[in-house]
């Protein structure tokens, strides 16, 4: 196993993080235009953003994070649960790069789990479970207030790794939140509460592709 402290990002130039924000009047888009799973029809309002748009925007956060990161050794630290997806996804984009460009990024990958919310509350503690190999670049499902990842980032500067970067595929507009922003962002999302993609609300919903707004009878018929 490679050590944090061998882990070594140079060169890195500071950009401007670019992002899509989604606006507060989003519609988002009819749950007839696309296939969600029979078991969640009756749950969903509408779907915010496709998969295929994940996708697609997974895509070029992977071809960013190559041209700054190329040559040097990732270790990549999945936040489950939810981030299992956007983890998996980004990584196969970067596997694909490094099969095809003058650049490539070696990768070791590690798992932390993080517990925070209950029903669509965040509560005020941060549960870290397991991640024994605390590491550096840090795939991340949504950043709300921002507690979560501060957290973790007081956790892995214990390890003084070189360099620690944030890729979060959501990052939510919310006057709650701590002023913290990710290095790579995916989309920035009005403050609703979404699932789907592996985001959920009390563990349903990870098993839907597509991130989508609850409706309010689903929140209680789901809640805890
Ligand atoms: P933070 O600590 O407030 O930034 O919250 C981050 C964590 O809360 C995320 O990793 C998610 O697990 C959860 N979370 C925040 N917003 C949402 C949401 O809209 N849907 C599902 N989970 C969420
Ligand atoms: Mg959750």
């Known amino acids: ?56 925007r997974t895509e070029r956060l992977a071809r960013d994070i190559v041209r700054d990161m190329g040559g040097h050794h990732i270790v990549a630290l999945c936040v489950l649960k939810g981030g299992y997806k956007f983890f998996s996804d980004l990584l196969d984009y970067i596997k694909a790069l490094n099969q095809n460009c003058d650049k490539s990024v070696p ?75 990710p290095d790579y962002m995916g989309f920035e999302v009005p403050d609703w509460f979404l699932v789907g993609y592996a985001l959920d609300y009390n563990e349903y919903f990870r098993d839907l592709g597509h991130i989508c707004i609850l409706n309010e009878k689903a929140k209680v018929k789901y809640k805890v």
């Open 1 to 56: 196993m490679l050590n944090i402290s061998e882990v070594c990002f140079a060169q890195i130039e500071p950009k401007v993080a670019l992002l899509r924000q989604i606006p507060d009047d989003e519609k988002g888009y009819e749950l007839d235009l696309f296939c969600v799973p029979k078991h969640y029809e009756e749950d969903l309002d509408r779907v915010i953003i496709p998969h295929g748009l994940i996708m697609d």
């Open 107 to 181: 990768l070791t990958v590690d798992f932390i789990r993080l517990k925070s919310y209950c029903n669509d509350q965040s509560t005020n503690s941060v549960k870290v479970i397991g991640g024994d190999e605390l590491s550096t670049l840090t795939g991340k499902d949504i950043v709300e207030t921002g507690r979560t990842m501060e957290t973790l980032l007081s956790l892995l500067s214990e390890c003084n790794p070189k360099m620690v970067k944030v890729v979060s595929l959501l990052v939510k507009r919310t006057p709650r939140s701590s002023g913290y922003r």
